[in-house]
Every structure is written in structure tokens, then in C-alpha cells.
């Protein structure tokens, strides 16, 4: 299948939009977990999550245009806190259904069965399943006016993380992590670790 | 394993980069292939790649702070056309070798034995080897000043992929496609596909 910009433009829109969101290869998963000002806790599937930098600790997240009921976006706002959760193969259905538009003024933690957790005095709540817990402080939000999304740019300030799944070298093993990747918007993968190469070094290519 | 503010802040250098780099989860691997108004090539992996929209089709690419050999952002910015090719298992070590710092003057295509592919009079070289290919047109970079690095978006304009790797609804099977994730700086994972569930709809969950 070759497609040009023209072929692009006459895809239809469902079948472009899967397609687009598979273009971008394997995503991580993680549920972002929110609080407001009255306790209200919020819980949220997202996968446009970017690695931004090791020192200052820094990861992105892709918003998408916001509208009334973007409770994570305004959470964060709100509160300055926020946390992302591994999601893991135990988790992955409950995870995905956190998607849905739920009408009814009732936590996505209570609707999708996953256990709230508050950690050290942090604000926002984290989820008690996921084995990969991130605290993050929010820094910036950058709006992209191309398309109306924004990314949301936190600093990690708390890490909870079982010892065994990080390595002496502080990889951490994300298949014993039981780690979940997303391709497109509704189909999820487990990953299966390959290799860990050596550091690149020009005069010391294996082949 | 806890961490707060102050720990993450006392960490070894390199044990912190490695566990920072793996905190995002699995991300997607690709080699972005460029070349310069001279004709010289470069070929170079990212992985720290996100989805930003599918209308327009907007793709992110984060750009390390800026020296004198970072020949993949200069090529963008200097022909506005760059490919992103994503790693399978085949070409997984040649493709992480990539981001060694040759100093002679000669393309990672020839040092790390991949292939060009020039595909319908596209600016950029693509790898024969990738089985999802993306020609993109630079459309804006955004320099993140906390840390100096710069989001390259790109618009895509060109796809080439094997028929059989879409299905009928648009969504790309990236389990046959043998898509590679990175975890970390130097490891990389397979992945292999749980399932598609379906579209979340707050009066259809499954539990």
C-alpha cells in the first residue's frame, strides 16, 4: 500500500483515523490519575506520552482539544499534581474502559474496578494495581495550535516501583513489568524483552 | 523502591538516565532517515516519538539539545522533508548501532549495512528493510526551554506498508509487523497483541 498526501485526504475518517494511530508504532500505556479541589477523583487511559528529559526529570503528555468534561486536563490545572500508572497485562481491559465517556458523576476508579492509592502525602491518587507508579508535578502546558492539542509537561518528583523490577544499572525490566503498549486506539500488546545492547560506540559495531 | 523530590535528586548519574529513560514505558523505535542538499545521507533511531493527530496526520519527534553533528535536525531543517521507518526485529542491532557518533563522514546506511530506498520522487531516504515506512513534510519545531530540546512536528505525506499488514478497519497489525518498542536507552522488546477490545461505551462494560 503506497499512499500519497492526495490518497491521504480521500481515506475515510474512521479507517484513516485507526490507521494513523497505528502509523506511530507501539505507545506506552498508562492511566493518568487526577483529583479536584473536592476530592473528586478522576482516572484516564492516555498513550501520546513523550520521554522529555533524565535531569530535570521530565515526561509529556498529548491532550486532545479540550472540552467540557476533560477532567484530567482540568484537574491538573487545579491542583498541580498528577500521576501516570503503568498499565500492566492484570489491568489492561479495566484500563482501556476508562475511555469511555461516562455521564454519571462517579469516579472511572469506582465504574473500571481499580483501587485508589494514596502514597507519601502525595496528592493525586495512583492505582493500586498498576507496578510502575509515577508522581509528577505539573510544569508547563504547551498548547500546539495546528491541531488544538496541548502537551502537558510534568516533572516526576515520586516513584514507587518494585526493587526486582529494576536492574543495577536502573533499567528497569519492563517485561517482568508485565509493561503494556497500545497500537492505534483499541488494541493492546505485551512486550517480550529482545536484547540489551552494548552502549553505541563507532569502533565497536558488532557487525 | 520509593523515591521522592530529594532522592531522585541524589542519584547516580547514569542509574538515574537509564531509570528515567525506562519510566515512560515501552516506546515506539524508529529510524528517521534525512539528507542534506549535498546528497549525504543520515540515518539515525529515535524512539522518544509521539502520535499528535491523525487530521492533519501529525507526528512529534524529540530533538536532543543541538551540537555540531546532529545532522538529522539540520537535514530537516535545511530540505523540510525527513522519513521516520520503524525498526523491526530483523534490523533491531543494525538500527540501535545507528546511534553511535561516527566521526568519519560517511551515512549510517553504509555503516550499519541498511539500505536506501528513495520511494515516489520523496526528498528523504526510507530503509528497504522497515515494513512501515512514513515520509513526512516539516511543519514547525517547538523548543522546550526547560531542557533545550525542540519537538519536531511533521506532517505525513507519504505511507508505504504491506497490504496484509492493515485490517479491514484501518488499524495496523504491528505484532506481524514485527514492531520493535525500546525500553531504556540500549533495550529493546517485541510485542505480541492481547487484543482489540472494543470501542468504550460508558453502558457497555465488560465487567
Chains 1, 2 share one sequence.
Not at 493525586?124 to 505539573?138: D, H, M, R, T, W
Not at 525490566?173 to 500488546?189: F, H, P, Q, R, V
Request: glycine share 6%; hydrophobic share 40%.
Amino acid at each position: 500500500m503506497l499512499l500519497n498526501e492526495a490518497t491521504i485526504n480521500k481515506l475515510d475518517k474512521n479507517y484513516r483515523t485507526n490507521l494513523m494511530n497505528c502509523l506511530s508504532g507501539t505507545k506506552p500505556a498508562f492511566l493518568v490519575g487526577t483529583v479536584n479541589n473536592n476530592s473528586s477523583t478522576n482516572l484516564a487511559i492516555f498513550s501520546n506520552i513523550i520521554h522529555i528529559g533524565a535531569n530535570p526529570a521530565l515526561i509529556g503528555i498529548l491532550q486532545r482539544p479540550v472540552v467540557n468534561d476533560s477532567h484530567t486536563y482540568k484537574n491538573i490545572v487545579e491542583t498541580g499534581y498528577y500521576t501516570l500508572n503503568q498499565v500492566n497485562e492484570e489491568i489492561v481491559e479495566n484500563s482501556h474502559y476508562t475511555s469511555a465517556r461516562f455521564t454519571i458523576n462517579v469516579s472511572e476508579f469506582e465504574t473500571c474496578k481499580l483501587t485508589e492509592e494514596f502514597i507519601d502525602g502525595f496528592k493525586a491518587p495512583f492505582v493500586k494495581e498498576s507496578k510502575v507508579k509515577i508522581g509528577l508535578k505539573f510544569i508547563q502546558e504547551i498548547p500546539l495550535e495546528i491541531n488544538k492539542t496541548i502537551l502537558i509537561i510534568g516533572k516526576v518528583v515520586l516513584i514507587s516501583i518494585a526493587n526486582n523490577l529494576v536492574q543495577p544499572d536502573g533499567n528497569i525490566n519492563l517485561e517482568d513489568a508485565k509493561s503494556i503498549s497500545a497500537g492505534g486506539l483499541e488494541t493492546y500488546y505485551k512486550v517480550n524483552k529482545i536484547k540489551q545492547f552494548s552502549y553505541a560506540k563507532p569502533d565497536k559495531l558488532p557487525f
